[in-house]
C-alpha cells in the first residue's frame, strides 16, 4: 500500500471557524491532490500540486486553499468553514513522472469533516 | 469539467456480464478506473493512454476511444467482490496530471 496518511480522520467543527486537514506522505511523489466526495457528485477535485509550492486549482476551489512547504505533506484549509463543506475528503498522490509517463493515483482513507 | 458516467447504477448476479461506460466534452490524454468499496478509499483498476497502451487488473478490461473520447469498462463472470462505485478519472493533456472524475456507477452483484 502507498505510504499516505490524512489527519485527522474525523472532526466537527463550526460554521465560520478555519480548519486545516493534513495529508502526508512516504512515497516522495510529485503529485498531490485534494478531493471532496459528496452523493452524486463523486470525487471533485479541489486543488492539487505539482511540485514544492506549485499549487492549481480544481474544479471547486472556492473557499478552499492549499499549501505544499515539503514534497510529503499537502494541507486543505478551508478558511471559513461553511455547512456546505461538509463532505468526505479524499487526498491522492501520483508519481506522475513529469511530462511523459501518466499513472495510477494511490488514495489516502478519508476525511469526515461536519461543519455545524 | 466531469466526464459522465452510465448507467448510475446496475444489478447483476454473479456470473454476469456489465459495461460501464464513460465520456467527456474535452479531448482526453487518458483515462483511468477506480473501484470504491462503502466507507473505503477508492483503489486503481485500469489506465489507458492516447495511443492505446494499457494497463490493466486481471479479469477487468478496458477500451478507450480517443475519437469519441469515450472510455468502457468490462466486468465480464462478476464475483461478489465486484460490487462497489466504480469512478472514472480523466486527464486532457500529459502535463499536470489534473485529474477529473466521474459521478460514478453504483455495481451490485447478487448471489
Known amino acids: 500500500d502507498a505510504g499516505i496518511t490524512q489527519s485527522p480522520r474525523h472532526k466537527v467543527t463550526e460554521t465560520g471557524t478555519p480548519v486545516t486537514l493534513r495529508c502526508h506522505q512516504t512515497?516522495?511523489?510529485?503529485?498531490m491532490y485534494w478531493y471532496r466526495q459528496d452523493p452524486g457528485h463523486g470525487l471533485r477535485l479541489i486543488h492539487y500540486s505539482y511540485g514544492v509550492k506549485d499549487t492549481d486549482k480544481g474544479e471547486v476551489s472556492d473557499g478552499y486553499s492549499v499549501s505544499r512547504s515539503k514534497t510529503e505533506d499537502f494541507l486543505l484549509t478551508l478558511e471559513s468553514a461553511t455547512s456546505s463543506q461538509t463532505s468526505v475528503y479524499f487526498c491522492a498522490i501520483s508519481k506522475g513522472t513529469g511530462s511523459t509517463k501518466n499513472t495510477e493515483a494511490f488514495f489516502g482513507q478519508g476525511t469526515r469533516l461536519t461543519v455545524v | 469539467q466531469q466526464p459522465v458516467q452510465s448507467p448510475q447504477a446496475v444489478i447483476l448476479r454473479e456470473g454476469e456480464d456489465a459495461v460501464i461506460n464513460c465520456s467527456s466534452s474535452?479531448?482526453?490524454?487518458?483515462v483511468h478506473w477506480y473501484r470504491q468499496k462503502h466507507g473505503e478509499a477508492p483503489v486503481f483498476l485500469m489506465i489507458?493512454?492516447?495511443?492505446?497502451e494499457q494497463k490493466g487488473h486481471e479479469k477487468i478490461s478496458a477500451s478507450f476511444n480517443e475519437k469519441k473520447q469515450q472510455s468502457s469498462l468490462y466486468l465480464t463472470a462478476s464475483q461478489l467482490s465486484y460490487s462497489g462505485t466504480y469512478f472514472c478519472g480523466t486527464e486532457s493533456s500529459n502535463y499536470g496530471q489534473n485529474f477529473v472524475f466521474g459521478p460514478g456507477t453504483r455495481l451490485s452483484v447478487l448471489p
Open positions: 489507458l493512454l492516447k495511443g492505446g
Open positions: 474535452k479531448a482526453l490524454y487518458s
Open positions: 512515497e516522495n511523489h510529485r503529485y
